[in-house]
């Protein structure tokens, strides 16, 4: 988030705050959620791998993965759908014109695309803690990094602020993919579970951008 912000600031005035404003939504969500993680499944992952009851955590991993997946996609999917009324209903009235809402809801919608990946990602982060992966936390926390400071970059020039809000989206997306494959590679999740969650998150992604585009046929598909 400070990364985003400081890309935002060197944009036009009211970059920084067309930012703030879009991802306040995301925030709220991905705060609660990642809280609600942190209280209850590090203590549930840690208790399992302190049993040593390794097939019971994979068991488990893969059936919070698929869940979260299925729950948070529709979600997601709904809000990104619904985001221009969603900003008109709280922020439009007074100085904040039709401008400003469109802006405000571009940044909302492309920081909605990481809300799945973000779930899938914090649950994964909490059983690679339990089992002390230190190193592979920081390894694909640094990749996350990099991705959303290029990205921010390179997306800003030709999107605005909204491109540094996809860019952000795009580091919490190739985050989750690497720390799926890790787990994969270290038979924590197995190769049919993976092939399901990559599907299914291409699906979401393929479903947000007929929604962007307004393809009802896409959409159908």
């Not at 990642?34 to 049993?51: C, E, G, N, R, W």
């Not at 799945?116 to 992966?133: D, E, G, Q, T, V």
């Amino acid at each position: 988030l400070p990364v985003s912000t400081m890309l935002a600031m060197s944009l036009t005035e009211g970059s920084v705050s067309a930012f703030n404003l879009g991802t306040k939504v995301v925030l709220f969500i991905t705060g609660l959620v990642d809280t609600a993680i942190l209280a209850v499944m590090l203590p549930y992952f840690s208790l399992l791998v302190a049993k040593n009851r390794l097939l019971s955590v994979k068991q488990e991993l893969s059936f919070f993965l698929l869940l979260a997946t299925f729950i948070s996609v529709p979600i997601s999917a709904a809000l990104f759908l619904w985001s221009e009324q969603i900003v008109r209903i709280i922020f439009e009235g007074g100085s904040f014109g039709s401008n400003a809402t469109e802006q405000v809801t571009r940044v909302m919608q492309y920081s909605l695309v990481q809300l799945p990946f973000f779930i899938c990602n914090s649950l994964m982060l909490k059983f690679a803690m339990a089992n002390r992966r230190v190193i592979t936390i920081s390894a694909v926390a640094f990749v996350g990094l990099m991705v959303n400071i290029v990205a921010g970059i390179l997306l800003m020039k030709h999107m605005g602020v909204g491109g540094i809000a996809l860019g952000a989206s795009l580091s919490v997306l190739v985050s989750t993919i690497l720390l799926l494959l890790v787990l994969f590679r270290n038979s924590y999740v197995t190769g049919l579970d993976a092939v399901f969650m990559m599907v299914s998150w291409m699906l979401f992604i393929t479903l947000l951008m007929c929604i962007h585009f307004r393809s009802l046929p896409s959409i159908y598909m």
